[in-house]
């Protein structure tokens, strides 16, 4: 079964301070990986995927995340948060074997960016 | 264009009683899934369609829960005998062919049942 850790459920940041928000799953094989966001009162939207290739993807709004394989980790960053970061962020994996199309999430970092 | 949409938005429902949960994926989009979402919590899968056919329902939680698309578009999610456990957020989302991971989502139901 597959599984995903989000170790930092609440986080407060200044304007332009730099963010990491991690993310380590749990799962045998070959995963594909996301990052998904919601900002208040609106949609789930997906921020970036990964499923091969380069190990750091770049996604919208200058956010970026780096796989690290021996590490099973997925961790989100962005150099300098702006207010408008302000959101609940999920990561989520796939397993390629097995795992058919079913995304599993981990439980959210809920992000505030103080002006 | 058009998103994935969802109806109703709120559902307050007593204790026993049957609902059904509608969601209209995105025009063209094979595929269609369904996600529960607690309190505090991240989504967690349910079932999900290619077209018309229902591929996996293996997050349904027990035999209260039953999905549906007939046509392969629009789907519903019923759930009978409702229970206050059933409290949650229901998501929607929808995925081009060749893409299913790519999944859009809509703005989910939220249950209350009291």
């Known amino acids: ?115 | 264009g058009a998103g994935v949409s969802q109806s109703p938005r709120y559902k307050v429902t007593k204790r026993g009683q049957d609902v059904a949960l509608r969601c209209d994926p995105i025009s063209g989009h094979v595929s269609l899934y369904w996600y529960r979402q607690a309190l505090g919590q991240g989504p967690e899968f349910l079932t999900y369609f290619n077209y018309e056919a229902q591929q996996d329902k293996s997050g349904l939680p027990n035999d209260r829960f039953s999905a549906e698309r007939p046509e392969g578009s629009i789907s519903t999610l019923t759930i009978q005998r409702t229970e206050q456990r059933d409290s949650a957020m229901y998501r929607c989302a929808s995925s081009r062919a060749g893409l299913a991971l790519e999944q859009y989502f809509g703005p989910g139901t939220r249950l209350t049942v009291t």
């Open chain 1, 1 to 115: 079964a597959q599984s995903v850790s989000q170790h930092n459920h609440h986080v407060i940041l200044s304007e332009a301070a730099s963010l990491e928000l991690g993310c380590n799953y749990s799962y045998g094989g070959t995963v594909n990986l996301f990052w998904y966001v919601q900002y208040p009162g609106q949609h789930l939207q997906l921020l970036l995927k990964y499923f091969s290739g380069d190990p750091l993807v770049k996604g919208i709004k200058g956010f970026e995340a780096e796989f690290i394989k021996s590490k099973f980790s997925f961790n989100l960053r962005k150099p300098s948060v702006q207010w408008s970061d302000t959101a609940e962020y999920f990561c989520a994996v796939n397993g390629v074997t097995g795992g058919g199309n079913k995304l599993t999430f981990g439980t959210g970092t809920q992000l505030k960016v103080e002006l």
